[in-house]
């Protein structure tokens, strides 16, 4: 693997444990895709660093589960707006 695809993978670890941040806001954090933020952390990390990349994989499981609550609260927050 390339040192900078390493540092990047890193980078993003550190970033989503830090800030308890979703794939979409690190991908565009860090100028990527959504599918290169998944694949740097839960595969190519796993290489490089295997503990961060279960502490950062516990977050992102933990954001997947909460995922459809922010999801509704968006919602809600969206026709509220709509009906003032």
Known sequence: MK???AERAT???VYII???A???QAAKVFGVSK???H???VHRLELVNPGLAREARKVL???KSERHIRGGLATR???LRQKK
Do not use: P
Request: charge should be negative; avoid cysteine.
């Open 61 to 63: 499981d933990l954001n």
């Open 18 to 20: 830090e800030n308890n």
């Open 39 to 41: 694949q740097d952390v």
């Open 11 to 13: 980078g993003i670890a």
């Open 22 to 24: 979703t794939v979409r």
């Open 35 to 37: 599918s290169t933020v």
């Open 77 to 79: 927050e969206k026709y």
């Open 3 to 5: 040192d900078y695809i």
